[in-house]
């Protein structure tokens, strides 16, 4: 099921070649702040690449951009 939802979604996005990835690791009792990553390429920005964010572990609230 996974794979036929990658299939029937994968042409809405560009092609793209990720440069760069960040993992971060937190405790039941961490969290991450407000904060603005700004390590995306001047290409990236230029192309209007997407964001993609892959989260793995508890539930968490995601905020991106103006929210």
Same mark, same amino acid.
Do not use: R, W
């Given at each position: 099921? !996974? @794979?036929?939802? @990658?299939?029937?979604? @994968? #042409?809405? =996005?560009?092609? !793209?070649?990720? $440069? !760069?990835?960040?993992?971060? /690791? /937190?405790?039941? #009792?961490?969290?991450?702040?407000?904060?603005?990553?700004?390590?995306?390429?001047?290409?990236?920005?230029?192309?209007?690449?997407? =964001?993609?964010?892959?989260? !793995?572990?508890?539930?968490?609230? =995601?905020? =991106?951009? $103006?929210?």
């Amino acid at each position: 099921m !996974i @794979a036929q939802t @990658a299939n029937s979604t @994968a #042409s809405e =996005f560009p092609q !793209i070649n990720p $440069d !760069i990835c960040i993992v971060n /690791y /937190y405790t039941n #009792s961490g969290k991450l702040g407000l904060h603005q990553d700004k390590d995306e390429s001047e290409s990236s920005l230029t192309k209007g690449l997407p =964001f993609i964010s892959i989260s !793995i572990g508890d539930t968490a609230e =995601f905020l =991106f951009g $103006d929210t």
